[in-house]
């Protein structure tokens, strides 16, 4: 697992969401932390499939999500991503610039049942879902808070070492 400031990025995650959401669930993966883990509903569909988890669970509520590999989201993204008031069918999803970043976004309950029909055609595709999204209203962030992990140079970039 990578770290930053001697911690797995997932923590730095859980502990900004904690400080934010009523609940903190963990889907997919191979977490063995305190949070309940959810399995994906839909093996090797990718976040889609961790979106449906959540919203499943979640059981009529709409859900924040953040990908493990962003551990620079802020409280303050989180919690303007969040509305209680959200359209059933509507979404929160977070931006800076012209990039738009899905995995760290609110989704309403409604969306559960266009995920269910996107990953029964197997359309696992994190961006032909948001188009199909009916209400976007999108959160501006700066790079930094957004920050994604992806590459060996990334994970050097965030730490000011080596990617090696």
Known sequence: HL?????????????????????????????????????????GAG????ILAAL????????????????????????????????RMGARIATSGDTIQPLCATYGPGLRSLIEDRLARSEHAVFGFVDQIPAIEYIATDRHTLTNINTPEDYADLTGGSSE
């Open 3 to 43: 770290t930053y400031l001697d911690a797995p990025f997932i923590d730095h995650v859980i502990a900004t969401m904690s400080l934010v959401v009523e609940q903190v669930v963990v889907c997919g993966g191979d977490y063995d932390g305190p949070l309940p883990v959810l399995r994906d509903p839909v093996e």
């Open 47 to 50: 976040p889609l499939a961790g």
């Open 56 to 87: 499943t669970h979640a059981d009529g509520r709409a859900v924040v999500v953040s990908p493990v590999d962003m551990p620079l989201i802020t409280v303050d993204l989180v919690t303007r991503l969040v509305d209680p008031q959200i359209d």
